[in-house]
């Protein structure tokens, strides 16, 4: 079974810094995705940005990145100049790898992150 | 608008009842999934379509719950005989799919209270 751990319940940053959250997952397959979700107070989620596990290179959105480390099945996102505007639950998800029918996603249970001024 | 919508945005109701929420997902999206979002949780997969057909359903996903998507359009989701336990947030999301691709857009879900 599948299973994605994000051990941050809460993190606050302030205002221009650059804040890391964690994500851990388990699998035994090689070829999958993984994606970073966010979820801002009572608004509607949205990607924020994904991997293919077959690529080495990290990928970068604008002022988020990730470190992906596949062999120790890390997966974690980085804020860099937060802003007011990134305060919002944060999930990281895994989906059903693509061979396979479905692609379902399971999600971590999320991280609070508050971006004070 | 031409993102995924869902509707009711709130929905209270009482022990008992049944109720049902639509979602309409985006027009040239052929797979529409279901989600279920308890305080301060991730969401959990309840079942998804692809066009019309009903491919896989989560054991969360009891004899109380159907869903439907009968032209591979909209789709709508009924709990018969609501339970406490079933207050949540029910969210939809759809995608094109592709082989390798799966970028699922989540609409802005249905909070249930059952009281």
């Known amino acids: 079974a599948q299973t994605v751990t994000q051990s941050q319940p809460e993190m606050s940053v302030q205002e221009a810094e650059t804040v890391t959250l964690s994500c851990t997952y388990d699998t035994s397959e090689n070829n999958y995705y993984l994606f970073w979700y966010k979820q801002p107070p009572s608004r509607q989620m949205i990607l924020v940005i994904r991997?293919?596990?077959?690529?080495?290179q990290n990928a970068t959105e604008n002022r988020f990145s990730v470190n992906f480390q596949k062999a120790a099945k890390s997966f974690s996102l980085k804020i860099s100049d937060s802003q007011l505007g990134d305060t919002a639950m944060y999930f990281c998800a895994f989906p059903r790898p693509w061979e396979n029918a479905g692609n379902m996603l399971t999600f971590g249970g999320g991280t609070r992150l508050m971006v004070k001024p | 608008d031409t993102g995924v919508s869902q509707d009711p945005r709130h929905k209270i109701t009482k022990r008992g009842q049944n109720v049902t929420f639509r979602c309409d997902p985006i027009?040239?999206?052929?797979?529409l999934y279901w989600y279920r979002q308890t305080l301060g949780q991730g969401p959990e997969f309840l079942t998804y379509?692809?066009?019309?057909?009903?491919?896989?359903k989560s054991r969360l996903l009891s004899d109380r719950f159907s869903a439907e998507r009968p032209k591979g359009s909209f789709s709508t989701l009924e709990i018969q005989r609501t339970e406490q336990g079933d207050s949540a947030m029910y969210l939809c999301?759809?995608?094109?799919?592709?082989?390798?691709?799966?970028?699922?857009?989540f609409g802005p879900g249905t909070r249930l209270t059952v009281l």
């Open positions: 027009s040239e999206h052929n797979r």
């Open positions: 991997q293919e596990a077959y690529k080495q």
């Open positions: 999301a759809s995608s094109l799919w592709i082989e390798g691709a799966n970028e699922q857009f």
């Open positions: 379509f692809q066009n019309e057909a009903q491919l896989e």
